[in-house]
């Protein structure tokens, strides 16, 4: 059972990247999300998607960052446009299994090093 993110790296600004997290070994997974980690500062989440399609986005975040999923190998995606020094963070996927609105498991990827130089 894993959540495997890739994708990241060193880009400038203003420049794109797609993040991918692919989950093995987990069944009926549910929602998915994509949060990151500053250094110095609390994980946030950025957006979510559920196996229906359905996105959401932080407030702060909206417009430059889509989410994206496909159902058939279980992974998730995110695209960053217009990247931003303050977008440098370690960006983490999380995959949970809800029932009657609770979370029964959920799981975390080892996170993808974004770094962005002005």
């Known amino acids: 059972v894993q959540l495997q993110a890739s994708g990241g790296g060193l880009v400038q600004a203003g420049g794109s990247l797609r993040l991918s997290c692919a989950a093995s070994?987990?069944?009926?997974?549910?929602?998915m999300y994509w949060y990151r980690q500053a250094p110095g500062k609390q994980r946030e989440l950025v957006a979510g998607i559920t196996t229906d399609g359905r996105t959401s986005y932080a407030d702060s975040l909206k417009g430059r960052f889509t989410i994206s999923r496909d159902n058939t190998d279980n992974t998730v995606y995110m695209r960053i446009d217009s990247l931003k020094p303050e977008d440098t963070a370690v960006y983490y996927c999380?995959?949970?299994?809800?029932?009657?609105?609770?979370?029964?498991?959920?799981?975390w990827g080892q996170g993808t090093q974004v770094t962005v130089s002005s």
């Open positions: 070994g987990i069944i009926g997974i549910d929602a």
């Open positions: 999380n995959a949970q299994i809800v029932r009657n609105g609770i979370i029964m498991h959920e799981f």
